[in-house]
């Protein structure tokens, strides 16, 4: 049973463009949603949250926007740079310190 | 500060064997995690220690699988036997406990284990 979808196996932008990662869920119980962002042979490392009661967040170049009633969230890098070449997953919790649902990820390749 | 460790980085065992995998959180957190990605597809959970207690493991796959927090401190996770299908990466988490807040979880690079 999954709960997070990331529909998106891989995305390909130009650097200094927009990135856009969507993702999905099922659980109307998620109290908060992350990214993570994970490079090869590396563990996966925390890049924003949003909790559920909010519908943006902000942080640099990174920003997640979640539409409840859509099931939906998204996660925007403005100005993509070639660094951010990455997997990244979406994830949600029913907690703060609980159990992460992840996504299958998506791997973001930024062009020059 | 030193981040979460894990031990072996890669391991290789015949179906069959049995293999322990360890992970060393960063100190202080009382929350630790397992998860598991297998052949590229998302990650998931397998249980949940809070100190040396088992919060959840409702993602154990099954009973040849046991995982020990001794102590509160480092973890282990064992897999007797192991199956083909236990290939796959093992990351482990570990975070504090703050009410009211996302406790982020912070990851250890992972262990590859393939099973021949």
Redesign the interface.
Known sequence: D?Q?KQNSPSLSVQEGRISILNCDYTNSMFD?F?W?KKYP??????LI?I?SIKDKNEDGRFTVFLNKSAKHLSLHIVPSQPGDSAVY?C?G?TD??????????TQVVVTP | EAGVTQFPSHSVIEKGQTVTLRCDPISGHDNLYWYRRVMGKEIKFLLHFVKESKQDESGMPNNRFLAERTGGTYSTLKVQPAELEDSGVYFCASSQVEVGTYNEQFFGPGTRLTVL
């Not at chain 1, 042979?41 to 925390?46: D, K, L, Q, V």
């Not at chain 1, 703060?96 to 990820?105: E, H």
């Open positions: 999954q997070v908060y992350l993570y042979a590396e563990g996966p490392t925390f949250s909790s997953f994830a919790t703060s310190w609980g159990k992460l649902q992840f996504g299958a990820g």
